[in-house]
């Protein structure tokens, strides 16, 4: 029996097809909202607007703030202020993955209902009850806000997600691809096997895996020509919300492990990694986990998947491998600083997540 699993499943209500943003103030209605504060960003938000009629609805009084671009400490406070100003009794968050996770954060420090609506397919940050922290800089915090509030609503439509950038789509599927990689460890081990809703969390990462690695590139072609398939559609909910499921079922057991753990590593003491997107990075900490593992039949049966998908495997072929060594160094103290990566079932040491470093570069050497 485990005295430490904490299910928090997925937000109180969910849709997404074409038309579900007409739902919207019924839920608002349902949560007797009539003080409305929009969180948005700029380009989705222009996207966003012509979808969602209900912004001229008298019965409600909305407010709008305008986001900074980052989910930081500042940007919850300016976000909390203004919900304040207003006297906002329900928040509602319209962008991408960092702008959900903002609001969902300062909902939380206010006690306030909120909602999202994505606009982007690039990670599961609209489902969860977490925030991923970052400077106003662009630079990693190293730190993640959990909390115990979910979504009052998470609706949006294909139509808001077929023309965005189709980059941040082929990341989104490098992070989801992570949750089996980075839980299926942890979750095989036997003390571990019976446990109902890490079986659950175990299932739903394997559906995700067999999806993406199926139906990827047919997805990308329908995205790249607008066309809303069945492929595009059903990877771009495992990506934003039956990935989030993995997580909220499985909790620290099955939501992340060293391959995140490196994307916050790489986003802390690698500035140059700014460049690259969220997903990306994880596809590399992929490979790292494996490489901790190792699991090297594992890397080479991925390969062919990350060459087509153009995604990264190295450091070195990112072209920001640090020759500092003490950067290194800094990346692997935060690595080991990290409670998840100790439950994958190796020996966990500073030498040897140094060693898995700079042997993937190696192992990695002529396979760019």
Known sequence: ML????????????????????????????????????????????????????????????????????????????????????????????????????VGYAAHRLNTNFGVIPTLASNCAPWTPLSVMY??????????????????FFITEPELIIDSPVDYFIAGLADTLAKWYESDAILQQEHLKDEQFLQMAGFTSVLCKEAIMRDSEKAIRDMRELKLSDE???????????????????????????????????????PESHHFLHGEKVAYGIFYQLAIEEKWPLIDQLLPFYQALNLPISLHQMDIFPEDETVIDEIVAFIYSKKKVHLIPVPITEAGLKQAIYQLEEYMEDKG
């Open 3 to 102: 005295n430490d699993l904490k299910v928090k499943v997925g937000p109180q209500f969910y849709e997404y097809h074409t038309g579900a943003l007409s739902i919207v103030p019924q839920l608002l209605e349902e949560y007797k909202a009539k003080h409305v504060l929009i969180v948005h960003g700029t380009v989705s938000w222009e996207k966003a607007k012509p979808r969602l009629p209900f912004l001229d609805d008298e019965g409600y009084s909305f407010s709008y703030h305008q986001y900074t671009g980052e989910c930081s400490y500042y940007g919850t406070d300016l976000v909390m202020e203004a919900a304040r100003k207003v006297g906002a009794d329900f928040i509602i968050g319209i962008g991408g993955g960092k702008l959900t996770d903002l």
């Open 135 to 152: 400077k106003e800089n662009g630079e990693s915090e190293g730190k993640t806000e959990h909390f115990l509030r979910q979504a009052a």
């Open 232 to 270: 595009f559609v059903h990877l771009s909910e495992i990506v934003f919300a039956v990935a989030g499921m993995v997580g909220g079922l499985g909790d620290k057991y099955a939501r992340n492990a060293a391959a995140h753990a490196m994307h916050d590593g790489m986003s802390k003491y690698i």
